[in-house]
């Protein structure tokens, strides 16, 4: 479902909406242009104020009753102190655009006093995050308990240009998150690699993109050992995705953007514990953020070549799948051994990272649900950050920033590089649990090579077990914004 987005002046007195949204900062006060809003609650807006019922915090709601028509019920949502505007603007306008979806008005008008086009844009980001909804594998309510999904907003502010921009660019992006989201929650039986080559070939036709989908016949001509042991254990065909959108001048370097699209990890032989295991199929999320951010890019038209790469399969158990101590040699040659085959993610990546290096990339990132131990270091607030370069490094911390998902840097020191050490190979592929996040990335390192890059650990951002308020549980939409953003800093 697409949410429509549209600008409007704010003629809060005229208006006609089943429900009126307004974003008030922390200690708020009636101004004039609150009035309007004031005379359709017949005074509860100012009696609200008054009595602080409704003080601006973050994430505070206020449900007020409205007009028999004009503006028919209110929403006050807090965006408390509000140090980073943008970022408070996209919070409260998910929460609001949830709480839509609840009421199941279907429309609503959006108010939030003055709005910059990245105000516009963050409001509008926020609104399709926040009534995104995933129903496909349910039945539906019969027609008299059904609530009507948002799928109309009026922006309130100047009708200008720049909030038509700011418009434009969130229903691309929008539309990206959305389809990395969709794509996390769809369950492994039906999000098989197949599918996302069938998704990615779906993006080619729509964007004129060329595709180029390698399978289990193709790797192998390329050699490809590693990611190859991984797919051993399972039937189906894994694949090998590349998406190159070229409206960027000809001939210069494109980015590339890389995801671990693991299906469902089991952990293979060294299979994981039962309980808590169906998580595993949110092990796509990196190569649905790819899909998602080739999509934000096409639809936003950005003068920037890119390569969107993914990896995919599914780590299964199988009396031909690999196991602990095999050796196996990835297409550049490096041989590896195997300590754990549920650590197979890197093995997947290193292979891609060789494949990336052909395009002739200026940098490339990246993205992957990689080790618990990033949870651990760094929780479900910040991805993990590492590469090869601190300038790129820096590039992508900042793009991160702008689009509210912080990423914070690991150290990608040699020293750690003791833990991978092998006594049979020339590197292994666990270095068990300490700086499980850092060791897992200086493995990546060793394929990575000739470009610069960064490799971002999204296990912890990349979907949420518990209900964050703005999202549900289930894929946040990490890493598509910071992606997009990286690009679009590339472009400008
Ligand atoms: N996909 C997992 C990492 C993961 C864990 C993502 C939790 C999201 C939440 C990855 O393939 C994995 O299993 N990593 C192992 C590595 C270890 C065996 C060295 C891990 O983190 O335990
Ligand atoms: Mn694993
Ligand atoms: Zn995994």
Not at 154 to 174: E, F, P, Y
Not at 365 to 382: K, M, Q, R, S
Request: with cysteine.
């Amino acid at each position: 479902m697409t949410l429509s987005l549209t600008t409007a002046a704010p003629d809060l007195g005229g208006l006609e909406t089943p429900l009126l949204v307004v974003v008030l900062a922390s200690a708020p006060t009636l101004t004039d242009e609150l009035r309007a809003v004031d005379t359709i609650t017949d005074g509860a807006l100012a009696r609200a104020l008054g009595r602080r019922d409704f003080r601006g915090g973050r994430d505070e709601t206020l449900h007020l009753s409205g007009g028999e028509s004009g503006a028919q019920r209110v929403l006050l949502v807090g965006m408390g102190p509000a140090a980073d505007r943008t970022a408070a603007l996209r919070r409260a306008s998910a929460i609001a655009g949830r709480q839509a979806n609840r009421l199941g008005v279907g429309r609503l008008a959006f108010f939030a006093g003055a709005l910059s086009a990245e105000d516009v844009e963050a409001v509008g980001l926020g609104l399709i995050a926040g009534s995104w909804d995933f129903k496909e594998l349910k039945t539906p309510p019969p027609a008299e308990e059904e609530r009507a999904p948002l799928t109309e907003v009026t922006i309130l502010a100047a009708d200008t240009a720049a909030a038509q921009r700011g418009v434009r660019a969130a229903s691309a992006i929008g539309e990206g998150h959305s389809l990395a989201r969709r794509l996390g929650m769809l369950p492994g039986n039906v999000c098989t690699p197949e599918y996302l080559a069938d998704t990615a070939r779906d993006i080619a036709r729509r964007f004129g993109m060329k595709v180029t989908v390698l399978g289990r016949a193709e790797m192998q001509q390329e050699k490809m050992g590693s990611f190859l042991s991984v797919a051993q254990g399972t039937s189906q065909d894994p694949k090998l995705i590349a998406l190159e959108y070229t409206k960027g001048p000809a001939g210069a370097q494109p980015i590339a953007i890389v995801g671990k699209g693991l299906c469902f990890d089991s952990g293979g032989i060294s299979i994981k514990p039962a309980q808590g295991m169906e998580w595993m199929k949110f092990d796509m999320c990196g190569a649905a953020g790819v899909l998602g951010a080739m999509e934000a890019i096409a639809r936003l038209e950005l003068p920037i070549n890119v390569v969107g790469l993914i990896g995919s399969t599914t780590n299964m158990p199988s009396g031909e799948a690999f196991k602990p101590g095999d050796v196996v040699q990835a297409s550049n040659g490096k041989y590896i051994e195997i300590i754990n085959t549920d650590a197979e993610g890197r093995l997947v990546l290193a292979d891609v990272l060789v494949y990336a290096k052909r395009f002739s990339p200026s940098a490339v990132i990246d993205a992957a649900t990689l080790t618990g131990a990033a949870v651990i270091a760094l929780g479900h607030t910040a991805t993990g950050v590492m590469g090869n370069d601190d300038t790129l490094v820096q590039e992508v911390l900042d793009a991160g920033k702008r689009s509210g998902e912080p990423g914070w840097p690991l150290p990608l020191w040699d020293d750690y590089k003791e833990l991978i050490k092998s006594d049979v190979a020339d590197i292994k592929n666990s270095g068990g649990r300490p700086a499980g996040t850092i060791t897992a990335a200086l493995f990546l390192k060793e394929f990575a090579e000739g470009y610069p890059w960064v490799h971002l650990d999204i296990a912890g951002t990349a979907y949420t077990e518990t209900d964050l308020g703005t999202v549900p549980r289930g894929p946040t939409g990490v890493p598509v914004g910071t992606f997009v953003e990286f690009a679009r800093g590339r472009a400008r």
